[in-house]
């Protein structure tokens, strides 16, 4: 699916948190987007550039996308601002997404963070084609907003939740570096490679990884996989200008053998192998 400059309109923008929010845009011609895309968000005419975000769920009958957001500058501080009706220009989908795992697969999704985007899409779409689904996610101390929403209540903000996880079959973990109730104390890294030394041989062999947040968590994590001969992919986050290849500014070190090479970020992944990434020389 080719990138198009497009029109989203507001549908809804609820807080979350003080500093996170769910945007719900209405798109049409974007909501075949697949896990992993991400759009390039015009967030104010007079400021320079627009800001990726990662596609969290995609509603082809509704023609909307969803996207988390932090507010963290500028940009964002005036996204949380935006009401329903409000239409802002966008391109998209834009990037390489995740690939499907194969038959017999078994995936282990591990996120840091706001990466929890992207793979709450993929953890969606996998377990309604069949495939077993974990999803580790490592959380700061603060953050509340997973075990914090009523299971019952309707609309964008459920979409989150661990409960909306659990009614879809998908299997769960939490982590945070402070103890937390129900929570593994440490970071997801430590957790993932607990779970992954808990399967069996045998179901060690079926698990594919997939990986979003961090730099040094997912080059931890690529650690993790060499050690247990673990096949996987990781969806790389980067400061990006134009959003469709040309400045070649989104840049990431690539391994092969002794030389290596620079992927554009925002065209050649974002997704890429985790092996395939030289974690020891990030941009």
Not at 173 to 182: F, H, I, N, Q, V
Not at 241 to 269: E, T
């Amino acid at each position: 699916m080719n990138s198009q400059y497009l029109s989203g309109r507001v549908m809804d923008n609820g807080q979350r948190t003080d500093s996170l929010g769910l945007l719900r845009l209405h798109v049409p011609g974007l909501a075949m987007a697949q896990p992993g895309q991400f759009v390039h968000l015009t967030c104010g005419t007079d400021l320079t550039l627009p800001r990726p975000f990662s596609i969290l769920n995609s509603h082809p009958e509704a023609q909307t996308i969803d996207l988390l957001y932090r507010v963290v500058g500028e940009g964002t501080r005036r996204m949380a601002t935006w009401q329903p009706g409000f239409v802002t220009p966008l391109l998209g989908p834009i990037g390489r997404p995740f690939t499907r795992p194969p038959t017999g697969t078994r995936a282990v999704l591990v996120a840091g963070g706001v990466g929890v985007a992207p793979l709450d899409f993929l953890a969606r779409r996998l377990v309604a084609q069949g495939v077993p689904v974990t999803v580790l996610w490592g959380l700061e101390a603060e953050s509340p907003f997973p075990v914090a929403v009523d299971p019952g209540r309707a609309g964008l903000a459920e979409g989150l939740a661990v409960c909306h996880w659990q009614a879809q079959g998908i299997v769960s973990r939490l982590s945070a570096m402070t103890p937390r109730e129900g929570f593994f104390q440490g970071t997801v890294v430590a957790l993932a490679a607990e779970y992954v030394q808990s399967l069996t041989p045998e179901e060690r062999g079926k698990v594919l990884l997939y990986t979003c947040g961090p730099w040094p968590m997912m080059a931890a994590l690529a650690q993790v996989a060499d050690r247990f001969s673990l096949r996987g992919e990781a969806s790389l986050e980067a400061r990006m200008a134009c959003g469709f290849g040309a400045c070649v500014g989104c840049v990431a070190w690539m391994r092969d053998g002794g030389a290596g090479y620079y992927r554009r970020v925002c065209v050649d992944g974002p997704v890429f192998p985790l092996a395939e990434v030289d974690w020891q020389r990030p941009g």
